[in-house]
């Protein structure tokens, strides 16, 4: 009797212990330039927080702003939940102390060098080379637009 006591307790201390961001979609609204923003919920360990993951009561806010540009509907579907995901992931290193960021940053530096010593070396053998632009050419829907080095522009039909 005594070991089944002791392991319902290790149970609910297990079940209570599990850290999680959750970043539930609630709803979507359009601002004011006509794209689609998704407002999301999220909850660290049972607890509302808002974008900076201070505890709120019910709070929520926008995970990202979409338009036709972005995609399928699918591909945009897909993109919501990566951005939450990414959210999710930044509000629980936000709960780490500063001096342990610090600690993280410093160890990514010295990785992030000791990858690029290599690259650095080879970049330095470009060192002179030169690239030459007259011209930009932007598509926006129906339109493309073309913007000279001379300042002049020409905006013209995109015909399919």
């Not at 201390?13 to 609204?29: I, N, R, Y």
């Not at 995901?85 to 990785?111: D, N, Q, W």
């Given at each position: ?20 961001c959750v ?58 939940k990566a ?78």
């Amino acid at each position: 009797m005594k070991k089944l006591g002791l392991t319902l307790a290790f149970l609910m201390l297990c079940s209570v212990a599990k850290a999680q961001c959750v970043a539930e979609f609630k709803d979507t609204e359009m601002d004011l330039k006509g794209s689609v923003k998704v407002i999301a919920q999220y909850v660290i360990n049972g607890q509302a927080v808002d974008v900076s993951g201070e505890p709120c009561d019910n709070c929520t806010c926008t995970s990202g702003r979409y338009d036709e540009s972005y995609g399928t509907l699918q591909e945009i579907i897909e993109l919501n939940k990566a951005d939450r995901r990414a959210h999710c992931k930044s509000l629980i290193i936000g709960k780490l102390s500063k001096k342990k960021l610090e600690e993280i940053a410093v160890e990514k530096v010295t990785e992030t060098k000791k990858q690029n010593d290599f690259l650095m070396k080879e970049l330095k053998k470009e060192i002179g080379s030169k690239e030459t632009i007259i011209s930009v050419k932007e598509v926006y829907k129906t339109k493309e637009f073309t913007v000279e080095a001379d300042g002049t522009y020409t905006v013209s039909d995109i015909v399919e």
